[in-house]
């Protein structure tokens, strides 16, 4: 009985360890990825439509025509084609304070067809207060070539709510811009080239030989050598199916696909304006040191007025008194240790104590050294 013990538990402790070796592995082991996650096939993409057009019922926070008169000639040329014709001394004398000249956007996916519904974004473009409460009108949505493509009308919804009274306001979110949600209707359909000839080209989200190889790598693996070809770093030809039928499944399983993508490289984005400084996790550091201070300048001015005694004879004057003061903290030598992962980095930024304006001058000053193993991008 204590035998059968014995082997039990040193059978239980030969899983446990097999169990953490398990984990050990498969937490060092990069993750695949689906293909559609990392590529997009060249030709399949959406397309910007913008249109303009006149948003009407605002509770008088609309348009002051005085200073946008291109409301009032939508107006005007609006009711003209409605059949309603307007003398040129009442166009001129017109408040429309209900109604808000607005551009219309949105997006027209690939492969979309007539009387499909879109969303639309109006957006406010003279000065009305708000687009609470307002009707869009039809508006035709055109393409980069002038077509039009969709036709967008709705009640607009804003995400926001105002008030004003005897000159003080109270604004929550943002009134000039609001949503239709399915306000746009798809009118004609962009031409696709997808089923045209036997080579469809995929493209990578980021430019990587690495990747691309992987890529050809995992799809010749699933169809067969030759199917796919690396043309760069970013374009890889596939060879598809000519059917259509054929060749939607085909695409189907292509992006299905599980391909592990090569490490990003490694870069420190710095925001020169804000301070903001981000770093993925690529990034390395080597053992260094480091010496901050920080120096500040501070001027005082003191402006007193001297008057004469009197029946001197003597003016008024001004004199200005100025104090400066130079203030410099004592900067310590402090020594960064290597880090091998993003947290050791991290911890050895955060050992500085600078502020993030300072650890702009500092991360730059260690790529100088060749410390920072990474790419600095300043925008």
């Avoid at 956007?105 to 473009?125: E, H, N, R």
């Avoid at 709510?161 to 009134?175: F, K, M």
């Avoid at 004879?313 to 402090?334: F, H, L, R, W, Y």
């Amino acid at each position: 009985m204590n035998i059968s013990k014995f082997s039990l538990l040193r059978t239980t402790g030969r899983i446990s360890v097999l169990l953490a070796l398990s984990a050990l592995c498969w937490s060092n082991v990069s993750h695949a990825e689906r293909l559609r996650d990392l590529a997009s096939i060249q030709g399949v993409r959406a397309n910007q439509l913008v249109g303009y057009g006149l948003a009407v019922g605002l509770d008088g926070s609309g348009d002051q025509t005085t200073q946008t008169p291109f409301t009032v000639q939508s107006v005007v040329s609006m009711l003209q084609q409605l059949g309603v014709n307007l003398p040129s001394t009442t166009t001129s004398n017109m408040q429309l304070k209900n109604v808000a000249a607005v551009m219309v956007t949105t997006s027209l996916p690939a492969f979309a067809q007539p009387g499909q519904t879109l969303d639309v974004t109006v957006s406010s473009i003279g000065n009305a207060k708000s687009l609470r409460g307002g009707t869009l009108l039809m508006a035709p949505l055109k393409g980069a070539d002038g077509q039009i493509y969709a036709i967008a009308q709705g009640n607009v919804v804003v995400g926001g709510a105002g008030a004003s009274a005897a000159g003080s306001s109270a604004t929550i979110n943002h009134l000039s811009v609001g949503r239709i949600s399915g306000g746009a209707t798809v009118e004609r359909a962009v031409p696709s080239v997808l089923g045209q000839g036997d080579i469809i080209s995929l493209e990578l989200n980021d430019t990587d030989f690495s990747t691309a190889s992987r890529v050809v790598e995992a799809v010749n693996k699933r169809f067969g050598s030759d199917t796919a070809m690396a043309q760069d770093g970013r374009v890889i030809r596939v060879r598809a199916p000519i059917g259509s039928s054929d060749r939607v499944s085909f695409l189907g399983a292509l992006e299905s696909i599980d391909v592990v993508p090569a490490k990003l490289p490694a870069k420190v984005i710095l925001n020169a304006r804000t301070g903001s400084v981000v770093m993925n996790q690529t990034v390395t550091l080597d053992s260094c040191a480091v010496s901050h201070g920080n120096l500040s300048v501070v001027i005082n001015a003191d402006n007193s007025i001297s008057q004469p005694g009197a029946l001197s004879g003597g003016q008024t004057a001004a004199n200005q008194n100025a104090q400066i003061s130079i203030n410099k903290e004592p900067g310590k030598v402090m020594l960064l240790k290597g880090g091998a992962s993003l947290a050791d980095v991290v911890k050895a930024l955060n050992a500085i104590g600078a502020s993030p304006q300072d650890l702009l001058a500092i991360l730059q000053a260690m790529k100088a050294a060749g410390s920072l193993r990474a790419e600095l991008e300043v925008i």
